[in-house]
Nanobody
Framework: QVQLAESGGGLVQTGDSLTLSCKAS????????MGWFRQAPGKAREFVAG????????YYTDSVKGRFTISRDNDKNMVYLQMSSVKVEDTAVYYC?????????????????????WGQGTQVTVSS
């Protein structure tokens, strides 16, 4: 079982930068794909960014391309989401997740159902 804990959320202004962190414990995530999702009030949870187990492939939803960067440090069991040029519409609870169904998976999972362990989320609020 994997335990995930996000941190780094907060209140920022439009155009600011923010870095979210996700710490995994109880089990290494170095062999598994990781993803960041977000959920705004009244909306479904949506995919934001994903990263391959070895960090050699990253992919994003269109609305954050060029502004957000996902990265990982397998030695530290950490995943990060660097957010820049944030917009009001980026306001949401952000979750990190891992899929442990497939070892060293080279696909690009995007659906919440593709991931089996989730953190508790961290709130990001962007004011205008």
């Amino acid at each position: 079982q994997v335990q995930l804990a996000e941190s780094g959320g907060g209140l920022v202004q439009t155009g600011d930068s923010l870095t979210l962190s996700c710490k995994a414990s109880r089990r290494t995530i170095s062999n598994y794909a990781m993803g960041w999702f977000r959920q705004a009030p009244g909306k479904a949870r949506e995919f934001v960014a994903g990263i391959r187990w070895d960090g050699l492939n990253t992919y994003y939803t269109d609305s954050v391309k060029g502004r957000f960067t996902i990265s990982r440090d397998n030695d530290k069991n950490m995943v990060y989401l660097q957010m820049s040029s944030v917009k009001v519409e980026d306001t949401a609870v952000y979750y990190c997740a891992t899929q442990t169904k497939y070892l060293r998976y080279t696909g690009t999972p995007r659906a919440p159902a593709d991931f089996d362990y989730w953190g508790q989320g961290t709130q990001v609020t962007v004011s205008s």
